[in-house]
């Protein structure tokens, strides 16, 4: 989403454009039945109930890794909404809904979320910059509660 708060992503990429006849057909099938909302996070996330899944990798709106991207984030993802979607997923967490959430891997986000079990560096590759010598590794911040913990260490046993 740009500035405005519209989408502005080209379909497809320099090198492989997305045609006419690509599958939205088919995904339309699959998204049959399938209730599609427009709307706060927080009030998505206030629906998630017990056996549910809530992901969320909101902008970034604090400096981390030389983000280019702090000053045009927070115009869309304020620091208050960072606190906002800490709260609402503290909620989900007491009724006992899977989060799992990427973040900046920044002090500050590590404090907001320094009661959730489970925090953790994870390094990749930066592949957004526009020019090459700005594409390299960079870490992201990934947070999950016990219930989401649980489900994955149970998975892997399967």
């Known amino acids: 989403m740009n500035r405005r708060g519209r989408f502005n992503v080209p379909r497809g990429t320099k090198t492989a454009i997305v045609l006419p006849d690509d599958d939205f057909h088919g995904v339309a099938q699959l ?18 109930n017990a056996g549910d899944v809530v992901f969320c ?16 984030n927070q115009t869309m993802f304020s620091w208050e909404d960072q606190r906002r979607l800490a709260s609402a997923l503290r909620r989900a967490d007491k009724r006992d809904v899977a989060v799992v959430m990427t973040n900046a891997d920044h002090h500050d986000l590590r404090c907001l979320y320094s ?31 016990d219930v989401a913990q649980r489900r994955l260490e149970a998975s892997n046993c399967e």
């Open 115 to 145: 009661d959730f079990a489970n925090m953790v560096a994870v390094g990749r590759a930066s592949v957004i910059a526009g020019a090459v010598a700005g594409r390299r590794q960079t870490t992201e911040l990934l947070v999950t509660n």
């Open 31 to 48: 998204l049959k039945g399938v209730e599609l909302d427009a709307r706060d996070f927080e009030e998505s996330i206030d629906e998630a």
């Open 57 to 72: 990798d909101p902008p970034y709106t604090v400096a981390h890794n030389m983000n280019g991207f702090v000053k045009y």
